[in-house]
């Protein structure tokens, strides 16, 4: 069993940053893939970025590639999302996930995840 605790969202300015972080508990951390999601209001769940256990892959949705990093401590079971170039359809909840699965076909990333955390706010202002 993995538990998430994310950190990091707020109000910010278009064209601004943020960094978001993930806590994971748990000793296994370093065994997992992990990911970043966002939901907007009104939309589904979309991924936004993942990272496999060692750090030495990284995957990210179209709408966010140039903009968000991805990265991970081992050391302190943290895995970080790097937001920059901030947009207001950034906006969403944004949460993590562990022990996740993905796959690249046609230039799309699908993720299967089992453990996610409860989620942070991001509201980007124009």
């Known amino acids: 069993q993995v538990q998430l605790v994310e950190s990091g969202g707020g109000l910010v300015q278009a064209g601004g940053s943020l960094r978001l972080s993930c806590a994971a508990s748990?000793?296994?951390?370093?065994?997992?893939?992990m990911g970043w999601f966002r939901q907007a209001p009104g939309k589904e769940r979309e991924f936004a970025g993942g990272i496999n256990w060692s750090g030495g892959s990284t995957y990210y949705a179209d709408s966010v590639k140039g903009r968000f990093t991805i990265s991970r401590d081992n050391a302190k079971n943290t895995v970080f999302l790097q937001m920059n170039s901030l947009k207001p359809e950034d906006t969403a909840v944004y949460y993590c996930a562990a022990a996740c699965r993905f796959t690249t076909a046609q230039g799309m990333v699908f993720t299967n995840c089992d453990y996610w955390g409860q989620g942070t706010q991001v509201t980007v202002s124009s």
């Open positions: 748990g000793r296994t951390f370093s065994n997992y893939d």
